[in-house]
Every structure is written in C-alpha cells, then in structure tokens.
C-alpha cells in the first residue's frame, strides 16, 4: 500500500502571506495526486488533481506541482477562508487511493 | 445535479450490527464507482473502500478487508457500509464520495454519517 506523507503537521501564516504545504509518496504515483480543503463540519472538498490542475471553481492563489514522490501545494496570498486542513490523495493504482494525514493551516 | 445523500446520525452499542446508505441522484448511478472514507473523531481521512455499482465489483483497503462490508443496490441508486458486529474504535463520521469516471479523485461528497459506538 502507498503511503502518503504531509508535512508540517500544522502550519502557521499570517493572512496575505504565502503557505507552502508538502506531500510525499512512499512510492511514485507519477501525477496522479490531489489535494483537498477540509473546514469544521464539512465534506472535504477538490481543490487540485493531476498533481496541478485545479478544480472547477478553486481560485488561482492555490497551485499544485511536483511528480513521481514529492509535491506541493502553495496558496499564494492567505485570505481568511483558506484557514483550514489539506489532506493530499494519491490515486495512482485505479481504483485503490490512499489519503496522507493532513495539514493543519492556522492564523499565525 | 449531483447529489449523494446520506442516512442519518446513529447510536449504537458494541456488538450491534449497523448499515448505513448513500444515496446517488442526478448522474448514472451504474457508472461510476463510490467510495468510503473514514473520519475518526479530530484525525485524517482514511480511505476504505470502493465500489462500482453496475457490476458491484468491490475493492477495500488493507486496513479494512473483512471489518466493514461495503455493497450496492443499483435498482435504488444506493451504496451500503455494513457492520456486523460494532467496536467502540468504529465511533467516526463516514463519508461517501463519488469519484470522476477516469480518475480516483473525489469531486462529490455525501454529507456524511456520524456513527456513535459506546456502552
């Protein structure tokens, strides 16, 4: 099984700043990675897949890249809404996929 | 539009057998698979399973081969997550969440199910 690993666990940034958030895979899964916006009481919701295509409606502060283990999601300039936790997917051995275990991105 | 509804919040006791539901609406229930994921109390998401409602073709996680059975009832658009005997370790709200047709990523979510396994 792959096995996802995020780092920090807890990030801290000051809206206006840029947070740059990591995931690493146990084995390459190529492009096939994603990122997810998770908010208290909600569903997790798609923000990027391809490892760098954003979602339908995601805005352009947040931008994926990397390929085989390392990626990296960065969102550019914090608004107050992007408080929240990023969990990154890996979805490379159809149908099986593995999520990593968050980051949590507070206000510093 | 898509819609994936969930069964309603549960109380249970440990050793109680449970079936929870998600309901699909607005897409070709047969074809595209839905999955499970698993979110314990203040932890991560946990992907369990998957399943292709048009042939019911299942797939689980290592984790959670032979702890959960997950199913599916095309005739009524309905995916299941089954237990038979509850555990205090199973307290978690559970999600169900429908991949795109090529792609494992999940761009619909039901709205979850809480379930509560205490004494």
């Known amino acids: 099984e792959i096995v996802m690993t995020q780092s920090p666990a807890t990030l801290s940034v000051s809206p206006g700043e840029r947070a740059t958030l990591s995931c690493r895979a146990s084995q390459s899964v190529s492009s096939n990675l994603a990122w997810y916006q998770q908010k208290p009481g909600q569903a997790p919701r798609l923000l990027i897949y391809?490892?760098?295509t954003r979602a339908t409606g995601i805005p352009a502060r947040f931008s994926g890249s990397g390929s085989g283990t390392e990626f990296t999601l960065t969102i550019s300039s914090l608004q107050s809404e992007d408080f929240a936790v990023y969990y990154c997917q890996q979805y490379n051995n159809w149908p099986r996929n593995t999520f990593g275990q968050g980051t949590k991105l507070e206000i510093k | 539009e898509v819609q994936l509804v969930q069964s309603g919040a549960e109380v249970k006791k440990p050793g109680e057998s449970l079936k929870i539901s998600c309901k699909g609406s607005g897409y070709s229930f047969t074809s595209y698979w839905i999955g499970w994921v698993r979110q314990m109390p203040g932890k991560g998401l946990e992907w369990m399973g998957i399943?292709?409602?048009?042939?019911?073709?299942?797939r689980y996680s290592p984790s959670f081969q032979g702890q959960v059975t997950i199913s599916a009832d095309k005739s009524i658009s309905t995916a299941y997550l089954q237990w038979s005997s509850l555990k205090a370790s199973d307290t978690a709200m559970y999600y169900c969440a429908r991949p795109s047709m090529t792609e494992v990523i999940y761009d619909y979510w039901g709205q979850g199910t809480l379930v509560t396994v205490s004494s």
């Open positions: 399943i292709y409602p048009g042939d019911s073709d299942t």
């Open positions: 391809g490892a760098s």
